[in-house]
């Protein structure tokens, strides 16, 4: 059974700090993607990663892909209110059974 | 465009009682996925649809939840006999043919289950 761990589970932390949450995994995956989720929404995609050593910047998000393909890492730089929310990695291995499964998620809180 | 449509928003049941949720997905995506989420927690898969292929059930937690898809669009969960244990957020999503981890999957705002 593949599985994706998160961490950490809860992040809380002053606007303007950086921080980096990681996703691990002892399977390689096909691809990765970040999604954010905000209460009483769907998960929204921030990020697809699909090449080993990828590293992918979304204006203070960097998103990196490990060289084996079996974890990843957000790190985002002067965290601000607005980036407040739950954040989830999800992995694919196409051509395997195809299903996109995901992690537990980090609840990140920025506090003003 | 509409985006994923899911029904009801929220649905307050008794133990025992018979539940359907539906889930309108973006029309033209054959794939289409269930997953469950607790408070505050990350997805769970429950199953996947691909275009005519056999679902993918094997995120399906006991026989007393099953899905189908009819004429590859609307999908429906059913469980039957709730318990206190399935009060969940279900949550449904598509994506393209093809797009499997590579396009985003796009989710409705889930139904919001409770079982009382």
């Known amino acids: 059974t593949q599985l994706l761990e998160q961490s950490p589970q809860f992040l809380s932390i002053q606007e303007g700090e950086n921080l980096t949450v990681y996703c691990n995994s002892s399977s390689v995956f096909s691809s990765l993607q970040w999604y954010r989720q905000e209460p009483g929404e769907g998960p929204v995609l921030l990020v697809t990663v699909v090449t080993g050593g990828e590293v992918k910047k979304l204006k203070r998000l960097t998103f990196q892909f490990g060289d084996a393909r079996k974890d990843s890492s957000l790190h985002i730089t002067a965290a601000q209110p607005g980036d407040t929310g739950l954040y989830l990695c999800?992995?694919?291995?196409?051509?395997?059974?195809?299903?996109?499964?995901f992690g537990k998620g980090t609840r990140l809180h920025i506090l003003p | 465009g509409a985006g994923v449509s899911q029904s009801p928003s929220n649905k307050v049941t008794e133990k025992g009682k018979d539940v359907e949720l539906r889930c309108d997905p973006i029309?033209?995506?054959?794939?289409l996925y269930w997953y469950r989420q607790s408070l505050g927690q990350g997805l769970e898969f429950l199953i996947y649809f691909q275009g005519n292929s056999a679902p993918d059930k094997s995120g399906l937690p006991s026989d007393r939840f099953s899905a189908e898809r009819t004429g590859g669009s609307v999908s429906t969960l059913t469980i039957q006999r709730t318990q206190q244990e399935d009060s969940a957020v279900y949550l449904c999503?598509?994506?393209?043919?093809?797009?499997?981890?590579?396009?985003?999957?796009?989710f409705g705002n889930g139904t919001r289950l409770t079982v009382t």
């Open positions: 029309s033209g995506h054959t794939a």
């Open positions: 999800a992995g694919a291995n196409t051509g395997r059974d195809d299903k996109i499964i």
């Open positions: 999503a598509s994506t393209p043919a093809g797009g499997q981890g590579i396009s985003p999957l796009h």
